[in-house]
């Protein structure tokens, strides 16, 4: 009995712990990744630089869900809503938005930290007062590419892509051009980013 105990192969079973713990680290290094995506942090801006920073503006909390992990603030500008609870502003303090270089959007303090994803915006919307229509997209919001796309949008040739700048190897850092109707840089400028605004985007729900 002891000899046949002694004459099991484990091999499979170290190959099984062995895959299971290469999955997950790469699962932990996918949750690193998009926490550090999420909220803007030090490690994503190395990599993803903030391109646009509007002027400071007065945050009013008058939201927020811990279960659907969902924040909205009210400023001078309109609502936000914002993915995650973490970095709720404190009522009366100063916020900005920043874009990165793939128009990545978030509202952060005021020195740029503690930052969370904007889902979307209503501008000039006053909490609760926002309005829905019957498909219920709420009037003056946008989301980043979520609105809607014209069919003459749709027929344009793609925009040629600009060589990268530094030599090859070396990620560009200009701004992406307008992509669809739903791009932010048509409407970026309602939160106070330094852009002109385009066009009229089609609103998506927040």
Known sequence: MNDSAKNIDRRPIYWAFAVSCVLFVIWLGFRFAGEQRYYNTAWWQSRHPVMLTSAPQTAQPVEVRN???????????????????KYVPSAGTQVVVEANDHWELYLCAADGQYCMTIHSFCADAVWPNVKRDANGYAEGCYAPYLGKRSAEDIQKPPSPTTSPRGGSGKQSKQMPPPFGMSHPREWAALMGL??????QSSPASP
Do not use: D
């Open 194 to 199: 330094p852009v002109p605004v385009i066009g």
């Open 67 to 85: 279960e659907g992990r969902l924040t909205v603030v009210q400023t001078e500008k309109g609502l936000y809503f914002l993915s995650g609870t």
